[in-house]
C-alpha cells in the first residue's frame, strides 16, 4: 500500500477516535492548512531566510501535511496524482526556455 | 522507495531543469506555501463549506504539497515520521478523554 | 492632523521606544500582517461564521490595522487615497450591472 | 467626523449599491483579509526585502484596508481604540528594558 495511504490512515484514525470528522468540512480544512502555514511563517518573521529552529520546523510542516492530507483524502484524491497533473501544467506555463533562471511569475514571462 | 521520495525526486528534476534551486530558501519556501494556501481558500471565500470546484480545489492542493515536500526535501525530512512525531504531541495535547467531540482549541480544554 | 496619521504616529513611537525599525523591511511586514491575519482566522476554525470571542476579534483586527499602518507610513501612503484608487478600479471590474448581489470573482462574472 | 468613519462610509456604499452585505458575514471577511494578505505577500516572493512594485503594493494593502474596516464597522469598533487598546496590551508584553533591539517574541524575552 502506498506511504500515502498508510500515513493518511493513521491521520483518520486519529481523527475518529476523537469524533472530529464532523468538524472536517472542506472549507474549514483548508482554513486549518492556511492556519499552520501562517505558524510556519511565524518561524521566520523578522529573521533570516535560514535562521530557524528546525524543531519547530518539523512540527509545523507536520500540521500543513496532516490537515492537507486529510483534505485530499475527503476528495478521494491520490496527491502523487494530482502534483503529477500540476507539474504539467506547471510546465506549459513555466517552459525550459522562458522559465530557466528566473523567479518571474509565468503572466511576466 | 518510498511514494514521497519518488514524487520529490519529480519536483526536484522539474526545479533543477529551469535551475529554480538558486530562489529556493526555506523562508520563502514556506511563504510559498502560505500563498498556496491563500489561493486554496480563495475557493471557498463568500461561499459554502463544500461548494467547490474539484478541479481547482486539486490543482492548489497540489502546489500546497509541492513547496511542503521541496521543504521537507530541503531539510532532508522524512515526511511520515515528522507527521507521526506531531500526532504524539497532538496525543498529549489533545488526549481522547478530553477532547473528543470538541473542537476547543488545547489551552481551552 | 488626520486620524490616520494620528494613531500612525503613536505606533511609530511604540516602535522607535523598542528600537524595532530595523526589523521592519517591507517583506517583513507584510508577512507579519499575513501572520495576524491567519490569527484572525484561528477564531473562526471550526466554527461557524459569527460565532467568536469578541475580546479576541478586537486584538487580531488591531494587529492586523497597525502592521498595515506601519507597511503604508514605510511607503508614504495616504491610506484612504489609497483605498479610493482601489474601489475606482474595483468599480470598473465590478460594475453595479454586472455585480449586483453576485459574489462571483470579476473574471466570472 | 473621523477620517476612519468617512472611507469606511464610502466602503458601506460601494457594497451597498452592489448588495454584497449578504456575503459579509465575520468569518468570510476575516477570510478575505487573509487572502488579500497572501497577495500582498506574493509581491515579494522569491525577491528581497525591499524589491517590489510600489503600484501593486497600493492596491494590495487598499484591499487589506478595506476588508478589515468592513469587519471593524460590522462589530461597531473604533479603529484607533482597539489599535490604542492592543498597545497597551503589547507595552506589557513587551517592555521597553526587555525588548528594546530584540526582535524575539514576548514568550522567549
Not at 502534483?83 to 528566473?102: F, H, P, Q, R
Amino acid at each position: 500500500m502506498s506511504d500515502f495511504k498508510n500515513i493518511t490512515d493513521l491521520l483518520i484514525k486519529f481523527r475518529d477516535e476523537r469524533d472530529w470528522e464532523q468538524f472536517h468540512n472542506s472549507k474549514d480544512l483548508a482554513l486549518a492548512i492556511s492556519i499552520e502555514a501562517a505558524e510556519l511563517n511565524e518561524l521566520f518573521l523578522w529573521k533570516s531566510n535560514e535562521a530557524i529552529d528546525k524543531e519547530r520546523l518539523k512540527e509545523e510542516l507536520a500540521d500543513i501535511f496532516s490537515f492537507a492530507l486529510l483534505l485530499a483524502e475527503k476528495h478521494k484524491l491520490d496527491v502523487p496524482s494530482i502534483i503529477k497533473d500540476k507539474m504539467k501544467l506547471n510546465g506549459k506555463k513555466y517552459t525550459v526556455e522562458k522559465a530557466k533562471g528566473s523567479a518571474k511569475k509565468y503572466n511576466e514571462l
